[in-house]
T-cell receptor, first 111, second 114 residues
Framework: GQQLNQSPQSMFIQEGEDVSMNCTSS?????WLWYKQDPGEGPVLLIA???AGELTSNGRLTAQFGITRKDSFLNISASIPSDVGIYFC???????????WGAGTKLIIKP | DAGVIQSPRHEVTEMGQEVTLRCKPI?????LFWYRQTMMRGLELLIY????????DSGMPEDRFSAKMPNASFSTLKIQPSEPRDSAVYFC????????????FGPGTRLTVL
């Protein structure tokens, strides 16, 4: 089946550091979505991307839709403790509303 | 606005028992999705509905799982009989056909089958 390769699997960072994670696919996507999941909660949509090359920001978060339409990245600048959680990428290939999900990147902030 | 509502938040049951999970999508959303999340397999789509009609149930693990959507504001996922390997967090999500694939998730039901 379709797969998204999300990396890294986990990140240990210091507060204040910038964070970068990405997703790649062998297939072309029309939409890329980035979600964050806090413990005990459902994923929450952070950023949605609809066009190849699109760069979108949401506060300290910036995401880009790769020009080949097969990848996307998410950057978090100046990380803070509440950024801890699992970040998921998801892609949609066509208009059937089914999403293909990455395995997640677990962000941990070192004390 | 109320988000997606799921109940119960936690369910502990014994193997062989019937389990029913409930979901109320966001008002006006015409797509509803049921997911299962485990450490081993991540987020898996089980089934999704459009306008209360099941569109794709290819992710439903086996006949023990069934889902219904009797109206636009309510859906159930039933497991009968339950097994320990069904232990997972089950999420419901909804979206509207004008939202360009953006799905909104409920808080999930953590199911433990002993």
């Amino acid at each position: 089946g379709q797969q998204l390769n999300q990396s890294p699997q986990s990140m240990f960072i210091q507060e204040g550091e910038d964070v970068s994670m990405n997703c790649t696919s062998s297939s072309i996507f029309n939409t890329w979505l980035w979600y964050k999941q806090d413990p005990g909660e459902g994923p929450v949509l952070l950023i949605a991307l609809y066009k190849a090359g699109e760069l979108t920001s949401n506060g300290r978060l910036t995401a880009q839709f790769g020009i080949t339409r097969k990848d996307s990245f998410l950057n978090i600048s100046a990380s803070i403790p509440s950024d801890v959680g699992i970040y998921f990428c998801a892609g949609a290939m066509d208009s059937n509303y089914q999403l293909i999900w990455g395995a997640g990147t677990k962000l941990i902030i070192k004390p | 606005d109320a988000g997606v509502i799921q109940s119960p938040r936690h369910e502990v049951t014994e193997m062989g028992q019937e389990v029913t999970l409930r979901c109320k999508p966001i008002s006006g959303h015409d797509y509803l999705f049921w997911y299962r999340q485990t450490m081993m397999r991540g987020l898996e789509l089980l089934i999704y509905f459009n306008n209360n009609v099941p569109i794709d149930d290819s992710g439903m693990p086996e006949d023990r799982f069934s889902a219904k959507m009797p109206n636009a504001s309510f859906s159930t996922l039933k497991i009968q009989p339950s097994e320990p390997r069904d232990s997972a967090v089950y999420f419901c999500a909804s979206t509207t056909s004008g939202s360009s694939d953006e799905q909104f998730f409920g808080p999930g039901t953590r199911l433990t089958v002993l």
